[in-house]
């Protein structure tokens, strides 16, 4: 199916946004790259049974926020909301990773009633790893690749990607605009998007939720998956993927995913 561009006005926010396909809604949510450029082979696989609508986070190149303020899951959350309510498709399943993944969750936690399903993969939940700051630690170690990797790739390439054809067929022009967006990111997401953790009674409140890990993950990251998901009781899936099975395994996943979305239809 052939994407549609369009900007939708929420909260302050133009929000550049992508749609594809008919049927019951699925909103992808990106990452800390805050564009919605490498979720294109995603939503492609998913458009012969879904309208897909996906979009750049606040603070990306073509969705940018002229009065920047320290972003919380929260803040995303309402976001996203507000998205599905003006996109006015009904009801969503809404889909995040990492910082994504704290996006759709605070989304479940304060906006049930607009959503059918939630579906994490490995969301960004520093507050849940098995020591303290070992996310945080964890990126600034991994960081002191980057002088020693050639090309375009990166270390967010090296560990969230673990493949380098498949990092570097993401498209030059996205990558510049990551590449921007990160600046903003290190600013005004790292330390506040990836702090929110989740209880038993937050779950309780929520729409079902789905979550999946990688195998070739840090396990800090699926440790606090794994805990996040068993407080609410919530099944998990592996696959052999990286931190962002939408670059790695598209196909794979978007069965995955159509699978989980037949259950609550």
Same mark, same amino acid.
């Given at each position: 199916m052939e994407k549609e561009t369009m900007n939708i006005k929420a909260n302050g926010i133009d929000f550049y946004c992508e749609t594809r396909g008919s049927g019951p809604l699925v909103v992808l949510v990106p990452d800390g790259s805050n564009d919605c450029g490498p979720y294109d082979n995603l939503a492609k696989e998913l458009s012969d049974q879904f309208t897909t609508l996906t979009f750049d986070m606040r603070g990306g190149t073509r969705s940018m926020d002229s009065s920047p303020q320290k972003v919380t899951p929260s803040l995303l959350g309402d976001d996203l909301a507000e998205i599905i309510r003006i996109f006015d498709k009904g009801k969503a399943t809404i889909y995040g990773c990492s910082s994504g993944g704290q996006t759709v969750l605070s989304a479940g936690r304060r906006h049930p009633s607009l959503i059918r399903n939630v579906m994490v993969h490995e969301a960004a939940l520093q507050a849940d790893t098995p020591l303290p700051e070992a996310g945080f630690s964890f990126f600034e170690n991994i960081s002191t690749f980057d002088k020693y990797l050639t090309g375009n790739l990166n270390s967010g390439d090296f560990w969230g990607v673990c493949n380098a054809d498949t990092a570097g067929a993401i498209d030059s022009a996205a990558r510049a605009r990551i590449e921007k967006?990160?600046?903003?990111?290190?600013?005004?997401?790292?330390?506040?998007?990836? @702090?929110? #953790?989740?209880?038993?009674?937050?779950?309780?409140?929520?729409?079902?939720?789905?979550?999946?890990?990688? %195998? !070739? @993950?840090? #396990?800090?990251?699926?440790?606090?998956?794994?805990?996040?998901?068993?407080?609410?009781?919530?099944?998990? %899936? !592996?696959?052999?993927?990286?931190?962002?099975?939408?670059?790695?395994?598209?196909?794979?996943?978007?069965?995955?995913?159509?699978?989980?979305?037949?259950?609550?239809?």
């Open positions: 967006n990160n600046i903003f990111w290190q600013q005004w997401y790292l330390g506040t998007v990836d @702090t929110d #953790s989740y209880s038993e009674e937050d779950f309780e409140k929520m729409p079902p939720v789905d979550f999946s890990v990688g %195998t !070739w @993950t840090p #396990s800090w990251l699926v440790y606090a998956n794994l805990a996040t998901a068993k407080r609410g009781n919530c099944p998990v %899936t !592996w696959f052999n993927c990286s931190h962002h099975p939408e670059i790695s395994i598209p196909a794979e996943y978007a069965q995955y995913m159509k699978r989980v979305i037949a259950k609550y239809l």
